[in-house]
Nanobody, 121 residues
Framework: QVQLVESGGGLVQAGGSLRLSCAAS????????MNWFRQAPGKEREFVAT????????HYAGSVKGRFTISRDNAKNTVYLQMDSLKPEDTAVYYC??????????????WGQGIQVTVSS
């Protein structure tokens, strides 16, 4: 079992930046690929980014590619989502998720509780 706790959310103006962090419990973190998802009000949860167990492979949704960067620090059991050039349409609850696989993909096995990101225009 892996427990995931997100932090770093909040309110930011359009064009600004935020960095989300996700701290994971357990000794298996370094063998799991990690993902970020988001859910805007009235919309379905959508994929944002994924990173492999080593950090060597990443993949992004088209809507965030070039603006968001996913990274990880296995020594700290933490995955990050650096969000730059934020837009009001990035407003959502952001979720960290873990895959019981080493390589990138969309299916996940564990979820964090989510954290609110609000981008004002």
């Amino acid at each position: 079992q892996v427990q995931l706790v997100e932090s770093g959310g909040g309110l930011v103006q359009a064009g600004g930046s935020l960095r989300l962090s996700c701290a994971a419990s357990g000794r298996t973190f370094s063998s799991y690929a990690m993902n970020w998802f988001r859910q805007a009000p009235g919309k379905e949860r959508e994929f944002v980014a994924t990173i492999s167990w080593s950090g060597g492979s990443t993949h992004y949704a088209g809507s965030v590619k070039g603006r968001f960067t996913i990274s990880r620090d296995n020594a700290k059991n933490t995955v990050y989502l650096q969000m730059d050039s934020l837009k009001p349409e990035d407003t959502a609850v952001y979720y960290c998720a873990a895959r019981r696989e080493r390589y990138i993909g969309y299916e996940v096995d564990y979820w964090g509780q989510g954290i609110q990101v609000t981008v004002s225009s």
